[in-house]
């Protein structure tokens, strides 16, 4: 059986086909790029012919029956999406109203949880950055929510007069003495990426104070701006939602 994994969010929608247990073919494409171009930009890099569709998606109910009725017809298969529940594949969600938690947050958990059978911090580091905890048996410690890198930048600079609005590209890595930047430009971008770590950094230490040794496992689309300041050395899985869908699925058959 092969099946289209699809990993839909904010700013970004992958993919990937997942065929003898393992995930290949990943892409992504950017959400205004299907805005500025449609879904054709998007169908026009999926494969024609799937036994089934899966797909994790934040972006909105709206979108995702315009998706749904596109990519089903384009792959000759029903497009089912994940939902969040109380518990599943060895995960149990803390909060009290299952489906509030983010899907995107509950399927990277089951990504996580497959492959590191302990205590965990998951770290999703895109739009927004989430954190989620889980302990050795897979219960859901809890988790937060802070603005991204480059939503805070965004941000600093929409509600300053003169800082400005870095590019993407120009939050440069800054470790040791090198995080205190000589341009007000580089000031925002350390800043914005120090902050994140910062929060990566306390949240795995009050895990250690309370008896969890978790394993930082890191993705989202700034994981790479991310990775080289922390600390201690993280897992980078790119595809960890891609990886829960994975698990949902096969754990169904």
């Given at each position: 059986?092969?099946?289209?994994?699809?990993?839909?969010?904010?700013?970004?929608?992958?993919?990937?086909?997942?065929?003898?247990?393992?995930?290949?073919?990943?892409?992504?494409?950017?959400?205004?790029?299907?805005?500025?171009?449609?879904?054709?930009?998007?169908?026009?890099?999926?494969?024609?012919?799937?036994?089934?569709?899966?797909?994790?998606?934040?972006?909105?109910?709206?979108?995702?029956?315009?998706?749904?009725?596109?990519?089903?017809?384009?792959?000759?298969?029903?497009?089912h999406f994940a939902?969040?529940?109380?518990?599943?594949?060895?995960?149990?969600?803390?909060?009290?109203?299952?489906?509030?938690?983010?899907?995107?947050?509950?399927?990277?958990?089951?990504?996580?949880?497959?492959?590191?059978?302990?205590?965990?911090?998951?770290?999703?580091?895109?739009?927004?950055?989430?954190?989620?905890?889980?302990?050795?048996?897979?219960?859901?410690?809890?988790?937060?929510?802070?603005?991204?890198?480059?939503?805070?930048?965004?941000?600093?600079?929409?509600?300053?007069?003169?800082?400005?609005?870095?590019?993407?590209?120009?939050?440069?890595?800054?470790?040791?003495?090198?995080?205190?930047?000589?341009?007000?430009?580089?000031?925002?971008?350390?800043?914005?990426?120090?902050?994140?770590?910062?929060?990566?950094?306390?949240a795995a230490n009050?895990?250690?104070?309370?008896?969890?040794?978790?394993?930082?496992?890191?993705?989202?689309?700034?994981?790479?701006?991310?990775?080289?300041?922390?600390?201690?050395?993280?897992?980078?899985?790119?595809?960890?939602?891609?990886?829960?869908?994975?698990?949902?699925?096969?754990?169904?058959?």
């Amino acid at each position: 059986m092969t099946a289209l994994l699809m990993d839909i969010g904010n700013s970004r929608l992958k993919w990937g086909v997942l065929d003898d247990h393992a995930i290949h073919r990943t892409g992504h494409i950017s959400q205004q790029k299907i805005r500025e171009q449609g879904l054709a930009a998007l169908t026009s890099k999926l494969p024609r012919r799937v036994d089934s569709v899966l797909a994790s998606n934040v972006a909105g109910t709206s979108f995702a029956t315009r998706l749904s009725g596109v990519v089903g017809m384009h792959c000759s298969a029903d497009m089912h999406f994940a939902h969040t529940e109380k518990q599943a594949c060895g995960v149990t969600n803390s909060y009290r109203q299952a489906r509030r938690l983010g899907v995107d947050r509950w399927v990277a958990m089951i990504g996580a949880r497959a492959e590191v059978n302990t205590a965990c911090l998951i770290v999703d580091a895109g739009t927004a950055v989430t954190l989620d905890a889980l302990d050795d048996s897979g219960l859901h410690l809890g988790g937060q929510i802070l603005p991204g890198v480059t939503l805070m930048a965004a941000t600093l600079a929409s509600r300053t007069s003169d800082v400005p609005n870095i590019q993407r590209r120009a939050a440069s890595q800054g470790r040791g003495m090198e995080m205190f930047a000589s341009t007000t430009a580089g000031a925002v971008g350390h800043g914005a990426s120090n902050a994140v770590v910062g929060a990566i950094e306390r949240a795995a230490n009050v895990m250690r104070e309370n008896g969890h040794t978790p394993t930082i496992i890191l993705t989202g689309g700034d994981a790479s701006r991310i990775l080289k300041l922390l600390g201690e050395e993280p897992i980078h899985r790119p595809h960890l939602v891609l990886q829960g869908l994975a698990q949902l699925l096969e754990n169904r058959q």
